[in-house]
């Protein structure tokens, strides 16, 4: 059965690395529907954080691919509930729509969300939140015309109390020495 | 004690380091700089000239395949890069350790499409182990260190190493050490004792086991493992099409080829057997056939040093995961004695049945016209099984896998994954570079030969005694056996004129001769072998010959049919 998985992989962060990782997706023709990478918490160690559409088996062999890549430390996959995770998403939309009335604010507030900048001519909101929260205020702001919106990538975490990079270069160390 | 020299001497001499003896190659702009360092060393390292690159790569290639040593190829930026690609794909599929050195355009212009620039490291990604580009001279001994730890360890596989030219000419202080870790690389995972105990007593509670062998056992020259263990659990082994040579041919437990134009027995008792003992070898479908119906009553146990192959094609009751000569080491002790000399005659049964309905008219074929199947078992005959059997790809290539016989490893060099036709003329040239010690001898298809004969020029400059046979049907025989057995007999542009071969062949200086007579083969193969140097031999074979036995795509393995189905 397909369904929403997280696939995680730490790399060096070197030139070609995403390029490295995203072929394998390509030519297994799995979508990616999100990427986000970004500096871990170990300097020059990237985390990459991809939400892919797929069975749990091929997530299993995507992840397996993904390890085997000379500069790929480890990877792993998870399900939704397996993880906490977060995107964020700004909308644009104009001051007069936000000063018109007390809607928008009651919006803001429902949906906790924050006002980032507010000029002249337009609006910056910012709300955090699962893809279904950030779309549903989209949806309920759109009443008042949302001039520019976007959405990040997804960030995530695991449930788990280890660090499991940590654990593997520990292993690593181990099988040195 | 670190000294000043430039980028590309720094190359070379990292080279010499890791011990390259011979490189096959072709120069061009953007290379010419290590191509003027390599001067300066051309008695120490041996470069050889090729005609093209895709050449230069299966060249390197074959010298790895028959030696077990990193092959080695230049090529310069542009085309010269683009060229190397088929062969790159083809090391990649078949775990074959090469680095591959290309020139680039000086860092400055990269991503200008300067003159020849071609962005190569983004091509070879999808089938390189590893690829990097060199901009800064600094980085060389370590990336090329790197490049060849990460070649030959684990799986092998290729390593591109794009360099470009104005760190070809910049100096640095050169310093060489070996690689031995990568700290993101685990190329050889500790050996779960666990799993090589629950696979010992699976193998040891087995009454019809059947072990199947692949290239891993030769790259991890695991043979005389390989052998201890199937002569001490008394096991029929099997063997993929790069596995072929790492057990002796006449071996009374090799019991053949496994899949699509494999032997009867071993694709039959797939599905009989009660444990499959998988060695470095990795299910691709010419072995398997239909998934859904295959070897389902058995419980699979599988030993491979890339776990990404482990449950990749079938579910694997007893992983193992680790190098195979490691892990043989591990096992072997645990095994009870024991032979299954029930099981082992069901082999025998079926190579009866296989030998009357197709060897024995595939290798004798008595009726003044001349087989494929012939012309492999007398060149077999004649080198006493000792030879280096270097292939293309098609029907010959089954018929060399089936018919040659073997007595020693690393004998086998053909192109297996990919399939690359043009393969076996440069693999030849470049074995021979490897074991000039040993007689090697290449059967060809009339039209893979076509797709690299320009190689004849360096076998002639060279003198290298590569034996060549043409089996000339004058068609693209596999393709030609498909569209006959799948396509009504419809020869969709198949059929195909070559050039005179003996012609051809005396053009570049090479003895040559065309066989047609069944009754003028025996004399002209000894005479073939017999000569020094190079030779050329054409075999004028039946046009439409067919290769038996056969898993059809789509079949399972033990609906393998043993000639033709009759036409409705």
């Known amino acids: 059965m397909k369904e929403e998985y997280i696939i995680t992989a730490y790399t060096e962060n070197h030139i070609g690395m995403l390029n490295r990782i995203t072929i394998i997706f390509t030519r297994r023709k799995v979508n990616i529907e999100s990427l986000t990478v970004s500096e871990s918490a170990i300097k020059g160690i990237s985390k990459f954080t991809i939400v892919v559409h797929s069975t749990a088996e091929q997530a299993e062999k995507i992840v397996k691919q993904i390890e085997k890549q000379v500069e790929v430390l480890k990877a792993f996959y998870h399900n939704n509930d397996e993880m906490i995770y977060q995107e964020i998403a700004l909308y644009k939309v104009s001051t007069k729509a936000l000063t018109a009335g007390n809607k928008i604010e009651t919006l803001v507030r429902k949906h906790n969300a924050r006002i980032l900048e507010i000029t002249d001519e337009y609006t910056v909101i910012e709300k955090t939140g699962h893809n279904d929260e950030t779309q549903e205020f989209f949806d309920e702001l759109n009443e008042f015309k949302v001039m520019q919106f976007i959405r990040s990538g997804r960030v995530a975490i695991t449930r788990s109390p280890i660090e499991r990079l940590s654990q593997f270069l520990a292993e690593r160390d181990s099988m040195l020495a | ?568």
């Not at chain 2, 870790?181 to 696979?199: F, H, L």
């Not at chain 2, 699509?260 to 694709?267: A, L, Q």
Request: net charge negative; with cysteine; aromatic share 8%.
């Open chain 2, 1 to 568: 004690m670190a000294e000043k020299i430039t980028g590309s001497e720094a190359l070379i001499r990292s080279l010499i380091e890791e011990g390259v003896e011979t490189i096959f190659g072709y120069p061009g702009g953007a290379i010419m700089p290590v191509y003027d360092a390599l001067y300066h060393h051309r008695e120490k390292l041996k470069h050889v000239l090729t005609r093209h690159e895709q050449g230069a790569v299966h060249a390197a290639q074959g010298y790895s395949r028959a030696t077990g040593k990193v092959g080695v190829c230049f090529a310069t930026s542009g085309p010269g890069a683009t060229n190397l690609l088929t062969g790159i794909a083809d090391a990649m599929i078949d775990s074959t350790p090469l680095v591959c050195v290309t020139g680039q355009v000086a860092s400055p212009l990269l991503g200008t499409d300067a003159f020849q620039e071609s962005d190569i490291v983004g091509m070879s990604m999808p089938v390189t182990k590893w690829n990097f580009q060199i901009t800064s001279a600094d980085e060389i001994p370590e990336v090329m260190a790197k490049a060849f730890y990460i070649a030959h360890s684990g799986r092998p596989g290729p390593v591109l190493i794009d360099f470009a030219k104005d760190a070809q000419f910049a100096e640095i202080d050169f310093e060489y050490h070996k690689c031995n870790n990568i700290r993101s690389y685990v190329p050889y995972r500790p050996i779960d004792n666990s799993q090589v105990e629950a696979a010992a007593n699976a193998i040891n509670n087995a009454k019809k086991p059947f072990l199947f062998f692949g290239q891993g056992v030769v790259l991890s020259q695991a043979e005389n493992e390989l052998k201890e263990l199937v002569e001490k659990a008394g096991i029929p082994a099997a063997w993929t099409l790069l596995g072929n040579s790492a057990l002796p041919s006449n071996h009374p437990l090799n019991v053949g080829m496994l899949g699509m134009h494999g032997n009867y027995g071993p694709n039959l008792l797939t599905n009989e057997c009660d444990i499959i003992i998988a060695i470095g070898m990795r299910f691709d479908d010419r072995v398997t056939g239909n998934l859904s119906k295959y070897a389902k009553q058995a419980e699979i146990i599988h030993i491979e040093v890339d776990p990404a192959e482990i449950g990749k094609i079938v579910n694997t009751k007893f992983p193992v995961v680790g190098d195979a000569k490691k892990v043989l080491r591990k096992l072997n002790p645990l095994i009870a004695k024991n032979e299954h000399p029930e099981w082992v005659a069901k082999f025998k049964a079926c190579y009866d049945i296989e030998y009357k309905k197709v060897i024995e008219r595939d290798i004798y074929r008595n009726n003044g016209k001349i087989s494929m199947g012939e012309v492999v078992r007398m060149v077999s005959e004649k080198t006493e099984g000792n030879a280096i059997c270097v292939t293309d790809v098609g029907q010959h290539q089954m018929i060399a896998a089936r018919y040659f016989k073997f007595n020693q490893t690393k004998s086998v060099v053909t192109s297996g994954g990919l399939g690359t036709m043009g393969f076996g003329l440069p693999a030849a040239v470049g074995a021979q570079f490897g074991r000039p010690d040993r007689t090697v001898v290449t059967f060809i298809g009339d039209g893979g030969f076509q797709m690299t004969m320009q190689e004849l020029g360096t076998i002639a400059q060279e003198k290298i005694p590569v034996k060549i046979v043409i089996l000339n049907n004058n068609f693209l025989g596999m393709v030609r056996q498909w569209q006959e057995l799948f396509f009504e007999s419809r020869y969709s542009f198949t059929e195909l004129k070559g050039p005179d071969f003996v012609h051809l062949s005396g053009a570049y200086g090479i003895p040559a001769k065309r066989v047609e007579k069944g009754a003028e083969l025996e004399a002209a193969i000894a005479e073939m072998i017999d000569t020094d140097g190079p030779y050329l031999l054409e075999v004028k074979v039946e046009k439409e010959d067919n290769v038996f036995p056969m898993v059809a795509t789509g079949a399972s393995v033990s609906e393998i049919m043993l000639e033709a189905p009759t036409k409705k």
